[in-house]
């Protein structure tokens, strides 16, 4: 029993280091929507980028980072974690990436410097995203799907205070397959500016989804 523990707590940290990755990816896509001095590349993705551009490799990178995400997702659920708990170190993660990028692209620094100030820069994130107003992209379809989230956001904020566990499920799998959704979306959209606003608004909804806890 003790062993089956061990190891399933060992599957979950290995879950959660996936969702870690697919945070950071994710997260690092965003910002090459727009052309950059430089690039941090993965090397598998290299290709994408020589053939592809900036562009490219960033709609690559969000999708990766996504898959990942919910790769992660799937697993930690797979060995009994709780949906909630990978959310939260997700949301954690990404804001902690999307600080860190902020920060460094306004100055060197050192590593001291920046572990020092990381907590303060992932608040500072965590609020700019907070203060993202709903873009507007003429899309009738993304329209649809940002009214889509907000009717399920009030049904699951719903049977959370019904305090009914099959229903609270249900709407747990269905923003799953929400979020599933927006990574085709996101390669309807025309401009990468369009597509970095709509990568940034996920975050916020994703907040907005773990306020309800």
Known sequence: MENNKG??????????????????????????????????????LYPVF?????????????????ALLFFGLKKWMGHGGKIGLYALVSL???????????????????TEELVKTSEENRQKGIEKINAMEKPDFGNPEVDQHFASFEILLQEYS????????????????????????????IQKLNTPEQKQQFALY???????????K
């Open 7 to 44: 190891i399933q707590t060992a599957e979950q940290i290995k879950s959660a280091a996936i969702g870690f990755i697919g945070a950071g990816i994710f997260s690092q896509g965003t910002l090459y929507f727009q052309p950059q001095s430089n690039y941090n590349i993965p090397r598998i």
């Open 158 to 185: 719903t049977a959370f205070k019904n305090k009914s566990k099959a229903e609270i499920a249900a709407k747990e799998k269905a923003y799953m397959d929400w979020s599933s959704k927006s990574a085709g979306l």
């Open 50 to 66: 020589i053939y592809l551009g900036n562009t490219g490799l960033a709609v690559t990178m969000v999708l990766l980072g996504l």
């Open 202 to 212: 996920l975050a916020k909804l994703s907040m907005k989804w773990q306020e309800v």
């Open 92 to 110: 954690a993660s990404l804001a902690l990436f999307f600080s860190i990028l902020i920060f460094t692209g306004k100055k060197k620094t050192s």
